[in-house]
């Protein structure tokens, strides 16, 4: 049974840094992302990564830096100079292998449950 489960949300001041972590179980996906859902928005992309690439939302770029372990099979995201719109639950997907990395939601099947940040001004 596949599980993602993410960790390492919270509250911080604007300008603060938080490292969001998210453990994979039942398999390895070749593609792994982040993605955030602020209160009244829909879900979008932060950031994705496979075995040799990287991909981030416009928004994040310079702040927001993703990463993985292949061998504890987790993805992390480091953020820093966090502003008040980074507010959102952030959740982790992954899919199956694929030729770039997806920004749509709908191109990956498993989700965790989400993390909660809140970035104070």
């Known amino acids: 049974q596949v599980q993602l489960v993410e960790s390492g949300g919270g509250l911080v001041q604007a300008g603060g840094s938080l490292r969001l972590a998210c453990v994979v179980s039942?398999?390895?996906?070749?593609?792994m992302g982040w993605f955030r859902q602020a209160p009244g928005k829909e879900r979008e992309f932060v950031a994705g990564?496979?075995?040799?690439?990287?991909a981030y939302a416009d928004s994040v770029k310079g702040r927001l830096v993703i990463s993985r372990d292949n061998v504890k099979n987790t993805v992390s995201l480091q953020m820093i100079m966090l502003k008040p719109e980074d507010t959102a639950v952030y959740y982790c997907?992954?899919?199956?292998?694929?030729?770039?990395?997806?920004?749509?939601?709908?191109?990956?099947?498993?989700w965790g449950q989400g993390t909660q940040v809140t970035v104070s001004s």
């Open positions: 990564i496979t075995l040799s690439d990287t």
């Open positions: 997907a992954a899919r199956d292998y694929t030729r770039n990395i997806p920004f749509s939601v709908g191109a990956y099947e498993y």
């Open positions: 039942g398999r390895i996906f070749s593609h």
